[in-house]
């Protein structure tokens, strides 16, 4: 059994770029692929939304199915530079974090919350959106994704655009970057996380080493090998824009890898007070296909994870 871990492709610095915008990094290849005349210009990426943007629904909506695919560069070593998670929560757990307890969620868990507590409710997590806008509104000969054709369509209004989305799920476990800070934890509290009570954060590195370590207890709980990706999430709007012709054979959404990387890692701003770290556990040709019938599974008393914490309390709320 190979159980790998992705290491962190970008630093803490991401969450708060200086212009408020973070830079997207691709785990395989940070190069732009070649594009031929046919593919659409890319009008902006993960940048707010354009101008005068109006959220209407879309005129054709899809959702692309995820291909498999594979890691095939080499895994990166972890960073030098050590560096502090912290995980936030109710009172009540405090005592199993303490003994080597550690959970691990899903997206699409995360998205379908039912209750009120923003940390727990984003309704657009593991989703990202490519909308595609006509120049001229019109459609002569479109095809998108190999199961909708559209010709001789002319449409009408502000609402010009076809939206591919692509939804994806794993498991995953959120942390905020960085030591606990009482500041931000009351930031999340006034959010609407009422719930959190405690903390308790962890060696970045060893904490990653640690789960590689759990490699017979992980196989138990996922019943697969398991690879890992961990980095901070990247907040910013969650659409790629394109500007394309009114005559496409084969509208495609962007490759695999990309897509699974933006709507695994990527919140809207408004979590931005979260600074969250993000760790993904995945199966290394299937991911962000984990069934969405698969519940929260959970580590209990490991002591390779409890030897990674380095600090832990109650929230001060006063």
């Known amino acids: 059994m190979n159980l790998s871990t992705i290491a962190l492709l970008r630093s803490s610095t991401a969450i708060n770029p200086p212009n408020g915008r973070g830079n997207y990094s691709k785990f395989q290849n940070t190069e732009n692929p070649k594009r031929s005349e046919s593919t659409p210009k890319k009008k902006t990426s993960r940048k707010p ?87 001229e509104g019109e459609i002569n000969d479109v095809t998108v994704e190999d199961r909708l054709r559209l010709g001789n369509v002319k449409i009408l209004g502000s609402d010009k655009h076809i939206a591919i989305s692509t939804i994806v799920n794993d498991y995953c476990a959120c942390l905020s970057c960085g030591p606990y800070s009482e500041e931000r934890a009351k930031k999340l509290i006034n959010d609407g996380n009422q719930d959190i009570e405690a903390y308790v954060s962890y060696d970045r590195n060893a904490l990653l080493q640690a ?42 959404s962007e490759e695999p890898q990309h897509r699974w990387e933006a709507s695994a890692f990527t919140k809207p701003w408004r979590f931005g007070n979260e600074e969250e770290f993000r760790i993904i556990s995945f199966r290394s040709n ?33």
């Open 286 to 318: 299937a991911a962000g296909r984990l069934p969405k019938s698969q519940d929260a599974v959970a580590i209990e008393f490991s002591r390779l994870i409890k030897g990674c914490i380095v600090a832990s309390g109650l929230v001060e709320t006063s």
């Open 49 to 135: 939304k354009p101008k005068g943007w109006i959220e209407y629904p879309p005129v054709f909506g899809i959702e692309a199915e995820l291909e498999s695919f594979d890691f095939s560069d080499p895994i990166l070593e972890f960073p030098e530079k050590p560096g502090i998670v912290t995980r936030h929560f109710s009172k009540k757990y405090l005592s199993s974090y303490l003994d080597g307890y550690f959970r691990f969620g899903t997206l699409y868990g995360y998205a379908n919350y039912e209750g009120t507590i923003q940390r727990l409710n984003d309704r657009t997590e593991g989703t990202s959106k490519e909308i595609y806008e006509f120049e």
């Open 211 to 252: 789960l590689k370590g759990e490699e017979e207890l992980l196989l138990k709980l996922f019943g697969r090998e398991t690879l890992f990706a961990a980095y901070p999430v990247l907040y910013g709007d969650k659409e790629d824009f394109f500007e394309i012709s009114s005559s496409v054979r084969n509208l495609k």
